[in-house]
Nanobody, 115 residues
Framework: QVQLEESGGGLVQPGGSLRLSCATS????????MGWYRQAPGKQRELVAT???????NYIESVKGRFTISRDNAKNALYLQMNSLKPEDTAVYYC?????????WGEGTQVTVSS
């Protein structure tokens, strides 16, 4: 059974930082491409960043230079370091992987950027 569980969200002031984590089980994490998505109120879910099993990363333009996706294969864990946070980063953040032709999601973690 594939399980993804996000943590690390919270309330932070503009300019602040948060580190999200995603604990995984039920997959061979070291070979999986992983991604972080987010969904703001009233908006569609959007891809934020991805990381391949080889460590290649991609980011949407609006987070480049501020967010860093990383993985720890020994811990079966995915991370998203978010710096210089802006109010427009407020959203529920989800961990995702496509494994054996199915797409799996965690329940999400809320990130709120507000003064």
């Amino acid at each position: 059974q594939v399980q993804l569980e996000e943590s690390g969200g919270g309330l932070v002031q503009p300019g602040g930082s948060l580190r999200l984590s995603c604990a995984t089980s039920g997959i061979t994490f070291s070979v999986a491409t992983m991604g972080w998505y987010r969904q703001a109120p009233g908006k569609q879910r959007e891809l934020v960043a991805t990381i391949t099993n080889g460590g290649r990363t991609n980011y949407i333009e609006s987070v480049k230079g501020r967010f860093t996706i990383s993985r720890d294969n020994a811990k079966n864990a995915l991370y998203l370091q978010m710096n210089s946070l802006k109010p427009e980063d407020t959203a529920v953040y989800y961990c995702n992987t496509n494994w054996r032709a199915l797409s799996y999601w965690g329940e999400g973690t809320q990130v709120t950027v507000s003064s």
